[in-house]
């Protein structure tokens, strides 16, 4: 057992490093899809392609007598150019695996193989979800419209995470992760000689002051138990150095714990940003983008991912960080559908590329953390495990 064991950990370290060497945007991972049905076809795993380039396993389809158990990995990059300085770096320009999606579709293939090996030991049908396009793509929306979650009774994810010490879990009953939207405002104003600003009407003016005021939406329009953000995140008026511009267009990002939150902070971007231009003499047009709703842990499953994290002696839980975290997850589509829990877990083992955020160019995935989450996922899958050594 611990022979097959290692080497099935080996494996995925260098599967994981061969994903980060060529990282993918979402809805264009086709190298990486390819890699992981070769592997699946290799170990005799029935799949299926599920919402384009994802990828949908079962493993234990004839054993129905337990809960059918869901586990899930993404696998997008992002439009990042890596400068971590890893010998596996991406050499694919602007693009790189700077979340760890390389790591979770790792640990999930690990997972396949390890329940592959003992098939007929699991009490319940698994599902293997490699799916594409979290990263702003709702790609787990498109996996659920193509059948991923189909005789599913729970479903298990995570999100490896640089700001947890190594070894800690986060796994809250309820809220884990927020939603988030982003919006754009575009002011229109009257261009004109920089010398006479009389006779414009200025949209770079405006759109300063339309960035200040809403900042006041958090600090003075919602309830300061909200946990919610704002942020404006570029302001782009591109001109010559005497000319006022016809437009300025701003852009940002809000972070909610719920719909409702949602619902009035677009409400009042949309006041804020008209009122304020109309006190400027311009006019201006908003569009808000909805993305991810909350990540909502339900309180069973949550139990159970915590009492099957701390099974392994070392590992922890970790309480002192703030929750709700303010990044957002679209793991939340499949937590509407079936019961389920997210976790975030630490990745900090105090080496400094495994403390750069996610989302960082310096950042890379902690690779000790594949046999953590591999015997997590079995244990969850009810599979034998050897020794645990630490």
Same mark, same amino acid.
């Given at each position: =057992?611990?022979?097959?064991?290692?080497?099935?950990?080996? =494996?995925?370290?260098?599967?994981?490093?061969?994903?980060?060497?060529?990282? +993918?945007?979402?809805?264009?991972?086709?190298?990486?899809?390819?890699?992981?049905?070769?592997?699946?076809?290799?170990?005799?795993?029935?799949?299926?392609?599920?919402?384009? #380039?994802?990828?949908?396993?079962?493993?234990?389809?004839?054993?129905?007598?337990?809960?059918?158990?869901?586990?899930?990995?993404?696998?997008?990059?992002?439009?990042?150019?890596?400068?971590?300085?890893?010998? @596996?770096?991406?050499?694919?320009?602007? /693009?790189?695996?700077? /979340?760890?999606?390389?790591?979770? %579709?790792?640990?999930?293939?690990? #997972?396949?193989? @390890?329940?592959?090996?003992?098939? +007929?030991?699991?009490?319940?049908?698994?599902?293997?979800?490699?799916?594409?396009?979290?990263?702003?793509?709702?790609?787990?929306?498109? =996996?659920?419209?193509?059948?991923?979650?189909?005789?599913?009774?729970? &479903?298990?994810?995570?999100?490896?995470?640089?700001?947890?010490?190594?070894?800690?879990? &986060?796994?809250?009953?309820?809220?884990?992760?927020?939603?988030?939207? %982003?919006?754009?405002? %575009?002011?229109?104003?009257?261009?004109?000689?920089?010398?006479?600003?009389?006779?414009?009407?200025?949209?770079?003016?405006?759109?300063?002051?339309?960035?200040?005021?809403?900042?006041?939406?958090?600090?003075?329009?919602?309830?300061?138990?909200?946990?919610?953000?704002?942020?404006?995140?570029?302001?782009?008026?591109?001109?010559?150095?005497?000319?006022?511009?016809?437009?300025?267009?701003?852009?940002?990002? &809000?972070?909610?714990?719920?719909?409702?939150?949602? #619902?009035?902070?677009?409400?009042?971007?949309?006041?804020?940003?008209?009122?304020?231009?109309?006190?400027?003499?311009?006019? /201006? +047009?908003?569009?808000? *983008?909805?993305?991810?709703?909350? %990540?909502?842990?339900?309180?069973?499953?949550? +139990?159970?991912?915590?009492?099957?994290?701390?099974?392994? *002696?070392?590992? *922890?839980?970790?309480?002192? &960080?703030?929750?709700?975290?303010?990044?957002?997850?679209?793991?939340?589509?499949?937590? *509407?559908?079936?019961?389920?829990?997210?976790?975030?877990?630490?990745?900090?083992?105090?080496?400094?590329?495994?403390?750069?955020? /996610?989302?960082?160019?310096?950042?890379?995935?902690?690779?000790?953390?594949?046999?953590?989450?591999?015997?997590?996922?079995?244990?969850?899958?009810?599979?034998?495990?050897?020794?645990?050594?630490?």
């Amino acid at each position: =057992m611990s022979d097959f064991w290692q080497k099935n950990l080996s =494996m995925a370290k260098t599967f994981r490093q061969d994903l980060h060497r060529h990282p +993918e945007l979402g809805w264009q991972e086709h190298h990486t899809a390819a890699a992981i049905r070769d592997r699946l076809t290799a170990m005799g795993i029935d799949w299926r392609p599920c919402a384009q #380039t994802g990828t949908l396993a079962h493993i234990a389809s004839g054993n129905p007598g337990g809960r059918h158990i869901a586990l899930r990995g993404d696998i997008d990059a992002l439009p990042i150019d890596e400068d971590s300085g890893r010998t @596996w770096s991406s050499q694919q320009q602007g /693009c790189m695996h700077a /979340c760890g999606h390389d790591g979770h %579709t790792a640990a999930l293939m690990a #997972t396949v193989a @390890w329940l592959k090996q003992h098939e +007929e030991t699991l009490p319940g049908p698994v599902t293997f979800l490699f799916q594409p396009a979290e990263e702003g793509g709702h790609g787990a929306r498109e =996996m659920i419209a193509d059948g991923a979650l189909e005789g599913v009774d729970e &479903i298990f994810g995570w999100h490896n995470w640089p700001a947890i010490p190594f070894g800690k879990m &986060i796994c809250p009953d309820q809220l884990v992760m927020c939603g988030n939207a %982003t919006f754009s405002i %575009t002011v229109k104003g009257r261009g004109g000689h920089a010398s006479q600003p009389e006779l414009c009407a200025d949209p770079v003016l405006a759109a300063s002051a339309i960035t200040l005021n809403l900042q006041q939406i958090i600090s003075r329009r919602l309830p300061p138990q909200h946990a919610a953000v704002v942020s404006v995140t570029s302001i782009e008026a591109a001109s010559g150095l005497t000319v006022i511009p016809q437009q300025a267009v701003l852009s940002g990002s &809000i972070r909610v714990p719920d719909d409702q939150t949602k #619902t009035r902070i677009n409400q009042l971007i949309e006041e804020i940003s008209h009122h304020t231009a109309m006190s400027y003499g311009v006019a /201006c +047009e908003v569009a808000i *983008q909805p993305r991810y709703s909350a %990540t909502i842990n339900h309180a069973r499953q949550a +139990e159970k991912a915590r009492t099957a994290w701390l099974a392994d *002696q070392d590992q *922890q839980l970790d309480h002192a &960080i703030s929750l709700p975290v303010m990044a957002s997850e679209d793991f939340s589509y499949y937590l *509407q559908q079936v019961p389920g829990a997210f976790a975030l877990i630490g990745a900090d083992d105090g080496e400094p590329v495994h403390q750069y955020p /996610c989302h960082s160019p310096h950042y890379d995935f902690n690779d000790r953390l594949l046999e953590k989450v591999v015997r997590w996922y079995a244990r969850l899958a009810g599979a034998p495990l050897p020794n645990y050594t630490g």
